[in-house]
């Protein structure tokens, strides 16, 4: 009975001190900014936040969300060979005349090449002096939420593609991806020169060595008219001054 007795005071022990380690985890996260609520906008832990947009937040007033603390956005573009946003030429000029420094996104295709891809992007958004890098969101769509595209299959449409985006914006494009994109096509190293955004809800990317941090899916801020009530919110892993110099390239 004595031996039961010290097998559950062990057992006890051991409990509480994981219960201690991990809130001490937790807390330490928390106070280091690396976990943010859903809601959080512009939290205090970071200096520069931002927002990504499309067409589904409607008519956006560009000096109402900088009002609220927004840096930077990141715009959708284009999506494929063909796909453009109706909303990215006013969403572009009205983020420029609020003092919000704006980067234009490409929705990836896994049914177009590369060369296609980047042509549609480089007729839509402009050389702009101070934007941020494209970026190429790598994501899932259609059939390919079942059955993703191979790691060879897509990386013959991604390769070139970020190759012509650098060659005509003459920076290194950011690449967009959740853990399973990473995983299947980012991994291994061939794409450590690019920097990263990764979306990782409330909990920041740990293991990863990234640049931007998609917190939230499902935030509501003020100025935004569309049938899409939500935004996403992120912030820039470094200090204004790191974020003013970030994707200057010649």
Request: aromatic share 14%; net charge negative; glycine share 10%.
């Amino acid at each position: 009975m004595r031996r039961v007795l010290r097998w559950l005071f062990r057992l006890l022990l051991a409990g509480a001190v994981l219960a201690v380690l991990c809130a001490l985890g937790l807390a330490f996260l928390y106070g280091r900014g690396l976990i943010l609520e859903s809601s959080e906008a512009d939290p205090e832990e970071w200096e520069v936040f931002g927002v990504d947009v499309s067409t589904y937040q409607g008519e956006v007033d560009w000096a109402v969300l900088a009002g609220q603390g927004v840096d930077f956005a990141f715009i959708k573009a284009t999506e494929g060979s063909s796909l453009r946003d109706v909303r990215f030429a006013e969403n572009w000029t009205g983020a420029l005349a609020a003092g919000v420094r704006p980067g234009a996104y490409h929705f990836f295709s896994y049914d177009s090449s590369g060369e296609g891809q980047a042509e549609n992007f480089i007729a839509t958004v402009p050389k702009t002096e101070g934007a941020l890098p494209p970026v190429v969101d790598i994501e899932f769509y259609g059939s390919y939420l079942e059955e993703p595209a191979s790691r060879e299959t897509a990386r013959a449409i991604l390769d070139p593609l970020l190759e012509r985006l650098e060659d005509y914006y003459g920076v290194k494009p950011i690449l967009y991806c959740t853990y399973r994109s990473y995983q299947l096509y980012l991994s291994g190293g061939m794409y450590r020169d690019y920097p990263l955004w990764i979306s990782s809800p409330s909990v920041a990317p740990l293991l990863h060595d990234w640049t931007f941090w998609q917190y939230s899916h499902s935030a509501r801020l003020e100025g935004y008219d569309g049938h899409q009530d939500r935004i996403d919110l992120n912030v820039f892993r470094g200090t204004r001054a790191q974020f003013d110099a970030f994707g200057l390239g010649g």
